[in-house]
């Protein structure tokens, strides 16, 4: 079974197999997680990101897929990006946020990852409440199956800490 562990900071600071990037479908950068894992990552990311769209992901990736890069200056193997939805009040999209999180499991399996560091996704900019997302998170996570040994939840704030510290005890 897959050891979770909690870490209030910054995921661009972490070393792991894999840190996963909150993306937005466009794989090009943008705000929040996405804007610092390219800024701290560097160019090599970026131009992994525009290899994929000239290939596969000519439209842009799917909202709760996944694909991986290299970690370009991370201290990780591989960045794994994942596109979680925006919160709506009218339609449960819980589906899509979980698939997120076992998606990104999926890649890093792939990539024989054992460490892979998450940040709550979709509970920014796309306004996820936090204790919802932290819920689907973890729950998703003991459920995956997978081969990662330790999936590391790396949480920017104390709010989003407790949510999760909660979930997990």
């Given at each position: 079974?897959?050891?979770?562990?909690?870490?209030?900071?910054?995921?661009?600071?972490?070393?792991?197999?894999?840190?996963?990037?909150?993306?937005?479908?466009?794989?090009?950068?943008?705000?929040?997680?996405?804007?610092?894992?390219?800024?701290?990552?560097?160019?090599?990311?970026?131009?992994?990101?525009?290899?994929?769209?000239?290939?596969?992901?000519?439209?842009?990736?799917?909202?709760?897929?996944?694909?991986?890069?290299?970690?370009?200056?991370?201290?990780?193997?591989?960045?794994?990006?994942?596109?979680?939805?925006?919160?709506?009040?009218?339609?449960?999209r819980s589906a899509l946020l979980a698939s997120c999180y076992r998606e990104s499991l999926r890649v890093a399996?792939?990539?024989?990852?054992?460490?892979?560091?998450?940040?709550?996704?979709?509970?920014?900019?796309?306004?996820?409440?936090?204790?919802?997302?932290?819920?689907?998170?973890?729950?998703?996570?003991?459920?995956?199956?997978?081969?990662?040994?330790?999936?590391?939840?790396?949480?920017?704030?104390e709010r989003a800490y407790a949510a999760f510290e909660a979930r997990l005890a």
């Amino acid at each position: 079974m897959v050891r979770i562990t909690l870490v209030q900071g910054d995921i661009t600071a972490e070393k792991a197999d894999v840190i996963v990037n909150a993306a937005n479908s466009s794989l090009l950068g943008g705000g929040g997680v996405d804007g610092a894992v390219h800024r701290r990552g560097g160019p090599e990311i970026l131009a992994a990101c525009r290899a994929l769209r000239a290939s596969r992901y000519g439209k842009g990736l799917a909202t709760g897929q996944a694909v991986a890069t290299t970690a370009g200056r991370l201290q990780a193997g591989h960045v794994v990006h994942t596109v979680g939805p925006v919160w709506s009040r009218e339609e449960d999209r819980s589906a899509l946020l979980a698939s997120c999180y076992r998606e990104s499991l999926r890649v890093a399996d792939e990539l024989g990852a054992r460490t892979v560091a998450f940040p709550a996704i979709s509970t920014g900019v796309y306004g996820w409440p936090i204790d919802d997302g932290a819920r689907i998170a973890v729950e998703t996570v003991r459920a995956s199956g997978t081969a990662v040994e330790e999936v590391r939840f790396v949480l920017f704030d104390e709010r989003a800490y407790a949510a999760f510290e909660a979930r997990l005890a």
